[in-house]
């Protein structure tokens, strides 16, 4: 933890799980857990829920009268047409057009908003975008998140939250919970149905303790940070830098990838001109250097990340992340690869340290619950 200079007021409780609290954007985050097992918290979010602290997750309040000029600056959405209690995945580019981070931006009133970023520059670009503007941006530790995650998630907050079941997918409301205020966004990283509380410091550790013990009989379980890379793979949600040219350098280039490669065009909110890095990024459709896309692997056994990806015994990609699911029986992977292997059916081979050589073929992204009905469910 020598370089962590925020702090979650549940470390405690992570080290009774038995987490080394690992560094994370500047927090000890809960990476690993020596008790419990990844596969049963990744069963629980697919079936049941599970409850993570995401206290690791940079918040940002902007307010003001230049609060969305701010924001329409720093990232891709147009936020005019964000209205009050919702909220929209946008992305940062930097001059280059290239991808410096993603965020959640939540629009909390006329001239406020909340953004929510990891470890990318997004507070930079902000401060950036506010510099010589009637606006005020603050850096918010005390706010935690804790993320309650999986489709029965709903089925226990309705016992505490009056009209839970009527919050629409990526929206948010001021509430309470167990007597203590909070913020609940239905927003999360697991492709599942689920929610986001965001509460004080000095709540979160009674807010954390009892919907374990009340939710136990329904199957709650704490997780690991970690066991989001098994739900993200499956589910096409990207990590910075962990899926980037920042962990995966080019050969003969800087590191920055654009949203085309990234398969995160789709944040660009229609004809949106003048955000940071906009012509580039208009410029580069079409000259794609790789893709984000997927592998299905043959068998169970898991590559580790970085494992060479080769067709015709040439090396030609990367896996970023990997993951073998026990509800869904497949081994599946995100990978870097070729424009032209961005296509379903090829055949590759990934070569493994660990396991050796393992047959893939290519296949389109996301695996699970690809027209995203579970996590937007209604009612």
Not at 125 to 134: K, S
Not at 166 to 191: C, E, Q, V
Not at 339 to 366: F, M, Q, R
């Amino acid at each position: 933890m020598t370089n962590s200079w925020r702090f979650s007021t549940l470390g405690d409780r992570h080290r009774a799980l038995g987490s080394n609290l690992e560094d994370w954007s500047g927090m000890g985050t809960a990476w690993s857990y020596e008790k419990g097992d990844p596969d049963a918290e990744y069963m629980a979010i697919r079936t049941k829920a599970g409850l993570m602290d995401v206290s690791g997750l940079k918040k940002v309040h902007i307010t003001g009268h230049a609060a969305s000029h701010v924001i329409e600056r720093a990232t891709t959405r147009n936020v005019e047409k964000l209205m009050p209690g919702r909220a929209v995945y946008a992305c940062m580019l930097n001059d280059a057009g290239k991808f410096v981070d993603d965020c959640v931006i939540y629009r909390m009133g006329p001239n406020s908003f909340m953004v929510v970023h990891g470890s990318g520059q997004g507070h930079e670009q902000l401060t950036m975008a506010a510099t010589g503007r009637d606006v005020s941006i603050r850096f918010d530790d005390n706010l935690h998140d804790l993320s309650l995650q999986g489709p029965m998630a709903v089925d226990f907050l309705e016992k505490h939250v009056p009209g839970v079941r009527d919050l629409a997918y990526f929206s948010h409301m001021p509430t309470s919970l167990f007597g203590k205020p909070i913020t609940l966004s239905r927003t999360g990283y697991t492709g599942e149905r689920g929610y986001e509380i965001f509460c004080r410091g000095q709540d979160a550790v009674e807010i954390w303790d009892r919907i374990l013990e009340e939710g136990k009989s329904m199957g709650i379980i704490p997780c690991r940070f970690t066991t989001l890379d098994m739900l993200r793979s499956e589910s096409y949600l990207l990590f910075f830098p962990y899926d980037n040219s920042e962990m995966y350098p080019f050969e003969n280039e800087g590191p920055g990838d654009t949203l085309w490669e990234l398969g995160l065009d789709f944040t660009v909110s229609p004809g949106k001109t003048g955000f940071r890095g906009a012509e580039e990024h208009y410029r580069l459709k079409g000259k794609e250097r790789f893709k984000i896309w997927g592998l299905k692997l043959e068998g169970k056994n898991v590559p580790g990340n970085g494992a060479p990806v080769f067709s015709d015994g040439r090396q030609v990609g990367v896996v970023t992340q990997a993951m073998y699911s026990p509800l869904n029986d497949w081994t599946v992977a995100i990978a870097r690869l070729p424009v032209d292997l961005a296509v379903d059916g090829k055949k590759v081979v990934v070569n493994c340290a660990t396991h050796g050589k393992i047959a893939a073929e290519t296949h389109s992204l996301p695996f699970y619950d690809v027209e995203k009905k579970r996590r937007s469910a209604k009612g």
